[in-house]
């Protein structure tokens, strides 16, 4: 039985939204549910990749004299980091980057992906 492009698209999202430092590494039904919109629109995982990873480089960049930041909650809080990518992609070799600048990373969110679904 093989996993339809879908499916393996939705999981692979929600993976990385689960292993990105800083979330509750929670999946909520809603998060399902804008992983299969994203799907939908057919942003390509790698935009969602790097806009995790740009989120967790700008979260970890704050000055040490403020708090730390909150828990991220759920994959919506990507969603404006995911419309600027859109917007302005990624300059190529950029994501190679932020995974060097945030590493060690879980290997999962700090792999560049090979997988240009859809």
Known sequence: MT????HYYVQRVLDLYRDTP?????????????????????IPISTIQGALLLAVVRRT???LDTD?????????????????????????????YLCWKLAP????????DEHQIP
Not at 70 to 82: A, G
């Open 105 to 112: 990373l879980p290997p999962s969110l700090a792999a560049p």
């Open 3 to 6: 996993l339809s492009n879908q």
């Open 61 to 63: 960049s704050r000055t």
């Open 22 to 42: 800083g979330t509750s590494g929670r999946v909520r039904p809603a998060d399902r549910r804008l992983a299969n919109t994203l799907h939908q629109r057919g």
């Open 68 to 96: 730390p930041p909150q828990t991220i909650r759920s994959l919506h809080y990507f969603q404006h980091v995911i419309q600027e990518l859109l917007d302005q992609p990624l300059p190529d070799g950029y994501l190679d």
